[in-house]
């Protein structure tokens, strides 16, 4: 079984920064891909950003050049550097992994940009 918790979120003025993060522990948690993804209220999960583990990254439009994802020295944690927050960033961002077949979600950590 994989655990992922998340943690670093917060209520941020717009224009401000955090930083998020996912540790993952368990057994048979090999880092292969790991994503973040965000709901707002009464919108559908999406996804945000993720990292295989050949380093590659992926993002959706409306963050590209402001947030940044990127994998720890301990290879079982993952960091979303957010810029330049905007209010519609607003909402609960969660850790997502894949582990062989099975999909991986943390518990989720608020964020609200707002002034």
């Known amino acids: 079984q994989v655990q992922l918790v998340e943690s670093g979120g917060d209520l941020v003025q717009p224009g401000g920064s955090l930083r998020l993060s996912c540790a993952a522990s368990?057994?048979?948690?090999?880092?292969?891909?790991m994503g973040w993804y965000r709901q707002a209220p009464g919108k559908q999960r999406e996804v945000v950003a993720t990292?295989?583990?050949?380093?590659?990254?992926n993002y959706a439009d409306s963050v590209k050049g402001r947030f940044s994802i990127s994998r720890g020295n301990a290879k079982n944690t993952v960091y979303l550097q957010m810029n330049s927050l905007k209010p519609e960033d607003t909402a609960v961002y969660y850790c997502?992994?894949?582990?062989?077949?099975?999909?991986?979600w943390g518990q989720g950590t608020r964020v609200t940009v707002s002034s």
């Open positions: 368990g057994r048979g948690f090999r880092f292969g891909y």
């Open positions: 997502h992994a894949i582990v062989g077949l099975e999909n991986f």
């Open positions: 990292i295989y583990g050949g380093g590659s990254t």
